[in-house]
Every structure is written in C-alpha cells, then in structure tokens.
C-alpha cells in the first residue's frame, strides 16, 4: 500500500512537468510560426493565432499596431506592397506559463538591410478553448554597442 501511495504521488509530480513542457514547446513553436509568418506575410495564420484584442508596441512606442493592422499589412503585401524584410531568425527564448497565460520572451534578428538588428520580444499568449492565441507583442531594438554577450 505504501508503494502504491509512493508511485501516485510521484505520479502527481512528474505529469505536471512534462504538460508544462510539452506546452512550452508547443509555444516556442507557435511563436516561430508568428516569426515566419510575418516574414512570409501569412494572412490566414496571423487571422488565426492574433487575439481579437491583440496589440504590438515596437521600439520606443514609436507605433503601436493592433490585429487589423498586421493582418492589413501582410494583405497589402501580398497584393504586391514592397516588403524589404529579408529575414527573421529567433533565438534564447524562454518560457513562463501561468495557468492559461504564457509569456515567451528572447531575441529577434530581423533583416531589412543594410545590417539586421536584433530586438529584444515579450510577447503575451492567452489559451482560449484549448488553443493559444496571441494577445501581446513588446519588441526593443537593441543598440549594437550593448549587444555584446547577448
């Protein structure tokens, strides 16, 4: 019987590790899809993964865009707006889960030319009926004098 109490309540210990793991990878892989499609200006996976309340404020709150504003975007694009964005490549992103908040935060090297610059994101997910949906995006350009050892 003592056993049997043991394995229930290691039971109880690891199965929340690993949801809480397989979440976190699950949200690295959603935020690396928000990162490709903007790149590649996918109207149907922003339309999806932005929450009807979604906001983005980017380097020094010099603009601040909101869900039809991003979805907006990526159609004018696609209707054939220039988009000097090159590449996008994330990288050290960390994971906090809350229950059904989850903030995924690390760097972005976005590359417009002539050199990329590397941001630094926050950016809040909310899951809604089983499903994350993004709800907040904080982004900081990085000086690169103060990019040494990031």
């Given at each position: 019987?003592?056993k ?29 899809g ?7 200006s996918?109207?149907?996976?922003l339309?999806?993964l932005?929450?009807v309340d979604f ?29 000097d964005?090159?590449?996008r ?7 906090v ?15 417009r030319g ?10 809040t ?8 949906k993004l ?5 900081m ?10």
């Amino acid at each position: 019987m003592k056993k049997l109490a043991t394995i229930i309540f290691l039971c109880f210990l690891i199965f929340p590790s690993v949801a809480q793991t397989q979440d976190h990878k699950k949200l690295i892989d959603l935020d690396l899809g928000w990162e490709k499609a903007l790149l590649e200006s996918d109207v149907d996976f922003l339309s999806n993964l932005l929450a009807v309340d979604f906001v983005w404020v980017h380097n020094h709150a010099s603009l601040i865009d909101g869900r039809e504003a991003v979805v907006a975007k990526a159609k004018r694009i696609q209707a054939g707006q220039p988009n000097d964005t090159r590449g996008r490549v994330s990288r050290d992103q960390k994971v906090v889960v809350l229950g059904n908040t989850a903030v995924v935060s690390g760097y972005t090297v976005v590359d417009r030319g002539p050199s990329p610059v590397t941001y630094h994101f926050m950016r809040t997910y909310v899951k809604e009926k089983g499903q994350y949906k993004l709800l907040a995006n904080h982004t900081m350009a990085i000086p690169d004098e103060e990019l040494k050892g990031k």
